[in-house]
Nanobody, 114 residues
Framework: QVQLVESGGGLVQPGGSLKLSCATS????????MAWYRQAPGKVRELVASITGRLTTLYTDSVKGRFIISRDNARKTVYLQMNSLKPEDTAVYYCHAESYVKIWGQGTQVTVSS
């Protein structure tokens, strides 16, 4: 069964950190470019970061220097380390398999608030 399951979201104060995980199953993980997207209330879903099987990364400008995407091909898991969080980072964060499978996880809520 092809599946993506996100975890790690929660409530954090501005300036804090969270690490999201996306555990996958049912497809050849190493062949897939994996990505994190987010969607804030009333806004369109946007790409946050992506990482290829060869570990090439891409970040949207607003998170550069604060977020780090990584993957463990043996564990078939992709991560998003989020540092120096801001209230504008508040959103539901989704994992996506970009290349062949093209499926979404269910999302995990991240709320940055004092």
């Amino acid at each position: 069964q092809v599946q993506l399951v996100e975890s790690g979201g929660g409530l954090v104060q501005p300036g804090g950190s969270l690490k999201l995980s996306c555990a996958t199953s049912g497809f050849i993980f190493v062949l897939e470019t994996m990505a994190w997207y987010r969607q804030a209330p009333g806004k369109v879903r946007e790409l946050v970061a992506s990482i290829t099987g060869r570990l090439t990364t891409l970040y949207t400008d607003s998170v550069k220097g604060r977020f780090i995407i990584s993957r463990d091909n043996a564990r078939k898991t992709v991560y998003l380390q989020m540092n120096s969080l801001k209230p504008e980072d508040t959103a539901v964060y989704y994992c996506h398999a970009e290349s062949y499978v093209k499926i979404w996880g269910q999302g995990t809520q991240v709320t940055v608030s004092s």
